[in-house]
Nanobody, 123 residues
Framework: QVHVLESGGDLVQDGGSLRLSCKVS????????MGWFRQAPGKQRELVAR???????LYADGVKGRFTIFRDFAKNTLYLQMNSLKPEDTAVYYC?????????????????WGQGTQVTVSS
């Protein structure tokens, strides 16, 4: 039983800040990778930032210098700190976690997605 839940989306003004949270809950799992994605109206879902299994981080060019991701390992939570927000950052933000779980005693790795949280940046 694994659950991925995002929170923290809100309406903010141009130049404002938000912190999004992604918490992985359940039993019998380990986290391989985690990342944040977003999807704006009329556009495909795109990568925002990803933390790899060796804990290196990749940021999309459009958010470098403004966004930061970090993990709280004790809480199984990945945060996305967003500063200097722009209207073009408006999107539904999704958390993806690649997890290794035990299913009937077998180890299986798969992607788990949250349902998304809305971030709206007004002009």
């Amino acid at each position: 039983q694994v659950h991925v839940l995002e929170s923290g989306g809100d309406l903010v003004q141009d130049g404002g800040s938000l912190r999004l949270s992604c918490k992985v809950s359940g039993t019998a799992f380990t986290i391989n990778t985690m990342g944040w994605f977003r999807q704006a109206p009329g556009k495909q879902r795109e990568l925002v930032a990803r933390m790899f299994s060796d804990y290196t981080i990749l940021y999309a060019d459009g958010v470098k210098g403004r966004f930061t991701i970090f993990r709280d390992f004790a809480k199984n939570t990945l945060y996305l700190q967003m500063n200097s927000l722009k209207p073009e950052d408006t999107a539904v933000y999704y958390c993806r976690a690649n997890l290794k779980t035990l299913v009937d005693g077998w180890a299986t790795s798969a992607d788990y997605w949250g349902q998304g949280t809305q971030v709206t940046v007004s002009s």
